[in-house]
């Protein structure tokens, strides 16, 4: 009787902290996002077939990704199918100078995580590996541009936590209702 006292005097502490732990973040909204147009989906989803091997990273960032600077983006142009016009580039900087909201419109199980979420995530690393232990990233997109008839272009990363990450600069083309990658550049590495 006094080991199954001494057990449950011992166990029942544990038990609670670690239930008190798994709610770290818990309950944090997401604002509402500001990214209304769909084709923006369309083309961010294609970024996520396109990396259909990287399912492991189960979230996307809710803040859109800042863009390129233009003479980064002209000097990589000799990589891209096809030339992307001046006016593209300035739009697509423009588009990205202010930062936006992603809504959860994504295709398949990913989750949309907030800063604030995020915020939370870094300082109680242990709890993000409980909760999310299958997860080893995140993927943050910025607003894409839509050039032409039938063209985009959008940058992406995929973040893995602490020195591991890639920035990529893409373009697609739309074939009937679907966009595909055309030119996918690693941009930077981490």
Same mark, same amino acid.
Request: hydrophobic fraction near 35%; glycine fraction near 4%.
């Given at each position: @009787?006094?080991?199954?006292a &001494?057990?449950?005097?011992?166990?029942c502490?544990?038990?609670?902290?670690?239930?008190?732990?798994?709610?770290?973040?818990?309950?944090i909204?997401?604002?509402e996002g500001d990214?209304?147009?769909? /084709?923006?989906? $369309?083309?961010?989803?294609?970024v &996520?077939r396109?990396?259909?091997?990287?399912? $492991?990273?189960?979230?996307?960032?809710q803040?859109?990704?800042?863009?390129?600077d233009k003479?980064?983006?002209e000097?990589?142009?000799s990589?891209? *199918?096809?030339?992307? $016009?001046?006016?593209?580039?300035d739009?697509y900087?423009e588009?990205?100078? *202010?930062?936006? &909201?992603? @809504?959860d419109q994504?295709? #398949?199980s990913?989750?949309?995580i907030?800063?604030?979420?995020?915020?939370?995530?870094?300082?109680?690393? *242990?709890?993000?590996?409980?909760e999310?232990?299958?997860?080893? #990233?995140?993927?943050?997109f910025?607003?894409?541009?839509?050039?032409?008839?039938?063209r985009?272009?959008? /940058?992406?990363?995929?973040?893995?936590? #602490? /020195?591991?990450?890639? #920035?990529?600069i893409?373009?697609?083309?739309?074939?009937?209702?679907?966009?595909y990658?055309?030119?996918?550049i690693? *941009?930077?590495?981490?």
């Amino acid at each position: @009787m006094k080991r199954i006292a &001494l057990l449950i005097l011992i166990t029942c502490p544990l038990w609670i902290l670690s239930c008190s732990k798994s709610n770290v973040c818990d309950n944090i909204e997401i604002p509402e996002g500001d990214i209304i147009q769909p /084709e923006y989906y $369309k083309i961010a989803n294609a970024v &996520l077939r396109f990396n259909d091997n990287s399912s $492991k990273y189960h979230h996307i960032g809710q803040l859109s990704d800042r863009a390129l600077d233009k003479d980064y983006i002209e000097n990589i142009q000799s990589q891209f *199918t096809a030339e992307i $016009k001046s006016s593209v580039i300035d739009q697509y900087v423009e588009v990205n100078a *202010t930062k936006s &909201l992603w @809504m959860d419109q994504f295709a #398949g199980s990913r989750k949309l995580i907030s800063e604030e979420e995020f915020d939370c995530f870094k300082e109680n690393r *242990t709890f993000y590996t409980q909760e999310y232990d299958s997860s080893s #990233g995140y993927f943050r997109f910025s607003k894409p541009v839509v050039f032409g008839e039938n063209r985009a272009i959008i /940058e992406y990363s995929v973040r893995c936590g #602490g /020195e591991c990450a890639a #920035g990529f600069i893409a373009t697609f083309q739309k074939i009937g209702p679907l966009w595909y990658v055309v030119d996918n550049i690693n *941009t930077w590495i981490s």
